[in-house]
């Protein structure tokens, strides 16, 4: 069952979308109190979108008190913190 924490909205690059690692998608709206993170686009959503199924790591990721948080747990979980910190960082100049 969906918690609405957000993290699958930010972690994940989502290529439908044009949403790169780690980088909350435009669509996810901000965060409220009882209500968490909700989708402004959910009837149109993209079929990956529509496609994803909570499991654990929402149960690991949803406690957690920001969507800061939650997305850099996620990352962490599958190993793709430095990954996403490469990609917030830019392009190396040389």
Request: glycine residues 10%; negative net charge.
């Amino acid at each position: 069952m969906c918690t609405a924490c957000g993290a699958c909205c930010s972690a994940p690059d989502i290529a439908a979308l044009h949403k790169p690692l780690g980088v909350p998608c435009l669509h996810l709206g901000r965060e409220q109190e009882g209500a968490g993170c909700l989708c402004a686009v959910y009837a149109q959503r993209p079929a990956i979108c529509r496609s994803y199924q909570p499991d654990w790591v929402c149960g690991e990721v949803a406690p957690l008190p920001t969507l800061e948080a939650r997305t850099r747990r996620f990352l962490e979980i599958y190993g793709l913190l430095e990954e996403a910190a490469g990609e917030s960082a830019g392009p190396k100049s040389s």
